[in-house]
């Protein structure tokens, strides 16, 4: 394991902010991304703890428009279905966190990035790491005709007529 600055393994900073995204901790896990960008200064921990915090960012965020959607607490059976829908909405963004956490914790403690969907892109373009897309064309798949084709028709063809 690769040590920092400050003596600790690298891999722990990230383990640390995945864990805080799973408890919801925003402010905390904000913190130990600025810490480990200042101090640290390693560019992959410092994209690793930036996408544990844009995880609990998110959770945060949809935490929020749940709440402010739930409007409706003067009617009491709209109420309860509604409540029942978002409780809904917040368990499986729950289990999504949980899920992305279990497989950013077993990526970084392989000392590979934790790789989770759409944050990891996010975090790798605030470093300035744009992925290259490159295309290729499968062999065989398209070959352009170096003669026009020939119909039975034309293959007994008249002779030309003086």
């Given at each position: 394991m690769?040590?920092?600055?400050?003596?600790?393994?690298l891999?722990?900073y990230?383990?640390?902010?995945?864990?805080?995204?799973?408890?919801g901790q925003?402010?905390?896990c904000?913190l130990?991304?600025?810490?480990?960008?200042?101090?640290?200064?390693?560019?992959?921990?410092?994209?690793?703890?930036m996408?544990?915090?844009?995880?609990?960012l998110?959770?945060?965020?949809?935490?929020?428009?749940?709440?402010?959607?739930?409007?409706?607490?003067?009617?009491?059976?709209?109420n309860?279905?509604?409540n029942?829908?978002?409780?809904?909405?917040?368990?499986?963004v729950?289990?999504?966190?949980?899920?992305?956490?279990?497989?950013?914790?077993?990526?970084?403690?392989?000392?590979?990035?934790a790789?989770?969907?759409?944050?990891s892109?996010?975090?790798?373009?605030?470093f300035g790491?744009v992925?290259?897309?490159?295309?290729t064309?499968?062999?065989?798949?398209?070959?352009?005709?170096?003669?026009?084709p020939?119909?039975?028709?034309?293959?007994?063809?008249?002779?030309?007529q003086?």
């Amino acid at each position: 394991m690769q040590k920092g600055k400050l003596g600790i393994c690298l891999p722990f900073y990230a383990i640390v902010g995945l864990i805080l995204a799973l408890l919801g901790q925003t402010l905390l896990c904000g913190l130990l991304m600025g810490f480990v960008i200042v101090a640290e200064k390693d560019e992959w921990t410092s994209r690793q703890t930036m996408q544990a915090f844009f995880l609990s960012l998110f959770v945060s965020v949809v935490s929020y428009i749940l709440d402010v959607l739930n409007i409706t607490r003067e009617i009491p059976l709209v109420n309860v279905a509604l409540n029942t829908v978002f409780g809904v909405i917040e368990g499986v963004v729950g289990l999504l966190v949980l899920i992305f956490v279990i497989i950013g914790l077993t990526r970084v403690v392989k000392g590979r990035d934790a790789g989770i969907p759409v944050l990891s892109k996010l975090a790798n373009r605030a470093f300035g790491i744009v992925e290259q897309k490159v295309y290729t064309q499968m062999p065989g798949s398209y070959q352009a005709p170096s003669q026009p084709p020939v119909s039975p028709q034309n293959s007994q063809s008249n002779p030309p007529q003086q």
